[in-house]
């Protein structure tokens, strides 16, 4: 058995994740206190406690989601987990990133959630509200939703911005050009095409105000190899070196998150398992659409970490 750590982006946060880890094991507690003590505030209350409406936030979701990853990856750590003797690879998809990067060593609990509490507001001031929005084109392979931006962008912004799986793909960019691509792509065959409930346009070039941001935050912490090479969004490949890292998680703001690629990727260079590390089971979902070498689970609880571990052990 190969396995690969996966970790969940925007979308994954429910109000009440983690606080079981956190009243079940003091490992989990020390990361959200480091989160909470990286960010000035309380962010483990607004987890667990809500209201659903400000966890919904860019700038709380995406450090909360990390907190949770690395919450679950510190209780596993516990359990006797040696990440490079036991992982082939990490993904994460956006946000995910960070969570994955952190995991592997390559930057502190403390650093991803600051990095990440900028990011979020970064991308929240991109883009006046109201003047973006994103689709999600069901129905459609890749190359298929591509051409429907292209068409639909007239002028203004429209992109590819997630290429989740097949048939699953997210356009991103200014909001009539976004309306204009789910009516194209309902007349180029899709059997969906919808908004979706997002405060941005995440992953097209209106970002590029808060790759600026990112480029200048990344500069100023401290990035180490990762214990196992991050398979990187926007190359659908995978990358170790510290500048490397740093240059593609800049790209990845305005870049298309090619998840499906990239757990192709993996599945061509062995590895049959993906573990979905922190809330929710999204990717895992995501694994069984984009191919049958590979198997997805999510592992949220701590009857999940016991699976786990109970797998790496006969492994």
């Known amino acids: 058995m190969s396995i690969a750590f996966t970790f969940p982006g925007q979308g994954s946060q429910a109000v009440g994740m983690g606080r079981d880890l956190a009243e079940q094991f003091a490992e989990a507690r020390a990361v959200f206190q480091e989160v909470d003590d990286a960010l000035g505030e309380k962010l483990s209350d607004t987890m667990w406690n809500g209201p659903e409406s ?3 936030l860019t700038a709380n979701a995406q450090p909360a989601l990390m907190a949770v990853s690395l919450a679950t990856m510190r209780v596993i750590e516990s359990r ?3 990440l490079k003797a036991s992982v082939a690879f990490v993904a994460g998809h956006s946000l995910g990133e960070y969570s994955a990067l952190a995991a592997a060593g390559a930057l502190s609990v403390a650093d991803a959630a600051r990095l990440l509490r900028i990011r979020g507001d970064a991308m929240q001031k991109a883009v006046p509200v109201g003047e973006g929005a994103m689709a999600a084109l069901l129905g459609l392979d890749f190359d298929a939703a591509v051409e429907v931006a292209r068409e639909a962008a007239g002028g203004e912004v429209c992109q590819a911005a997630n290429d989740n799986a097949p048939g699953q793909v997210v356009v991103s960019g200014h909001k009539s050009a976004v309306e204009r691509a789910i009516e194209i792509a309902k007349a180029h065959g899709a059997r969906r095409a919808v908004l979706l409930p997002v405060s941005a346009p995440f992953h097209c070039a209106l970002m590029a105000p808060a790759a600026d941001v990112m480029a200048e ?3 100023g912490v401290e990035m180490k190899m990762p214990a196992v090479p991050l398979v990187a969004n926007v190359l659908a490949s995978p990358i170790s070196d510290p500048a490397d890292i740093r240059q593609r998680l800049v790209e990845q703001v305005t870049g298309t998150v090619r998840w499906r690629e990239s757990v192709s990727w993996m599945a061509e260079a062995g590895v049959d398992t993906a573990f979905e590390i922190g809330t929710g089971k999204v990717l895992s979902g995501m694994v069984k ?6 198997t997805g689970s999510p592992v949220n609880t701590a009857a999940d970490i016991d699976a786990l571990m109970d797998r790496l052990q006969s492994n």
């Open 80 to 82: 006797g987990l040696d």
């Open 289 to 294: 659409r984009i191919t049958k070498d590979m």
């Open 217 to 219: 935050a990344l500069a």
């Open 54 to 56: 400000d966890l919904t």
